[in-house]
């Protein structure tokens, strides 16, 4: 069963990644936050609408 996800959510994001970092390369909802310690990005998806 599907949960109904937080209008935002954040999480950390591996800067070296390079799939990760493609897959969300044109992710409008996405928004870095911060840098954080050992190349990763604490990143903040907001639903549109």
Do not use: I, Q, W
């Amino acid at each position: 069963m599907c949960k109904k996800l937080p209008k935002k959510h954040s999480e950390n994001l591996p800067k070296n990644n390079k799939l990760v970092m493609r897959s969300h390369a044109n992710n409008n909802a996405m928004k870095v936050l911060k840098t954080l310690p050992n190349d990763y990005l604490l990143v903040e998806f907001v639903k549109p609408g």
